[in-house]
T-cell receptor, first 116, second 113 residues
């Protein structure tokens, strides 16, 4: 149980284009999903918390208009990187809150974004 | 907010030896402490967690200890194997819906033959 998938696993795009990343909880309903960003050899940095049916809560320093998050259902959250630039190249990881008291987080396999 | 420190940043052990990774946290309200293993190019995988109502938890070769008074917790891996080589992250949060995890900086464990 507690399987989270992400699509795509890798994406290469040109500077100025937008990229959408999907995060799905496959075997449970996730009221809350989280989006993280991870640079090489660094820890995970929380970008935003996404609650189903409401607006995402962004961490300080994360641009809301650049990283659009939609959590339209209990099994799907999407992150859209708008007008991507090379500095947005990173490993993006989502997680879904679950477990008996929804405290545990189950992570997806990540999406490697490369912006040329 | 919560701050989690993790040591060491790198750890090399011989196969069969034990490995210990330590973390400290700052927020006394934190009561959930998971450990994640991340292999290269993959997402973190939960390997064990502990809540503040217990001091120790064990799952086969992996154990976690928690000292609430000192605000530190540790991961212990016994009889290490090459497949244990990965980056390990500790984290802390407060239980409940939408509880945010604060991660440590990670420990790169290398198990050599």
């Amino acid at each position: 149980g507690a399987v989270v998938s992400q699509h795509p696993s890798r994406v290469i795009c040109k500077s100025g284009t937008s990229v959408k990343i999907e995060c799905r909880s496959l075997d449970f309903q996730a009221t809350t999903m989280f989006w993280y960003r991870q640079f090489p050899k660094q820890s995970l940095m929380l970008m935003a918390t996404s609650n189903e049916g409401s607006k995402a809560t962004y961490e300080q320093g994360v641009e809301k208009d650049k990283f659009l998050i939609n959590h339209a259902s209990l099994t799907l959250s999407t992150l859209t990187v708008t007008s991507a630039h090379p500095e947005d190249s990173s490993f993006y990881i989502c997680s879904a809150g679950g477990g008996t008291d929804l405290t545990e987080q189950f992570f997806g396999p990540g999406t490697r974004l490369t912006v040329l | 907010g919560e701050n989690v420190e993790q040591h060491p940043s790198t750890l090399s052990v011989q196969e069969g030896d034990s490995a210990v990774i330590k973390c400290t946290y700052s927020d006394s309200a934190s009561n959930y402490f998971p450990w994640y293993k991340q292999e290269l190019g993959k997402g973190p995988q939960l390997i064990i967690d502990i809540r503040s109502n217990v001091g120790e938890k064990k799952d086969q070769r992996i154990a976690v200890t928690l000292n609430k008074t000192a605000k530190h917790f540790s991961l212990h891996i016994t009889e290490t194997q090459p497949e244990d080589s990965a980056v390990y992250f500790c984290a802390a949060s407060i239980t409940g819906t939408a509880s945010k995890l604060t991660f440590g900086t990670g420990t790169r464990l290398q198990v050599t033959l």
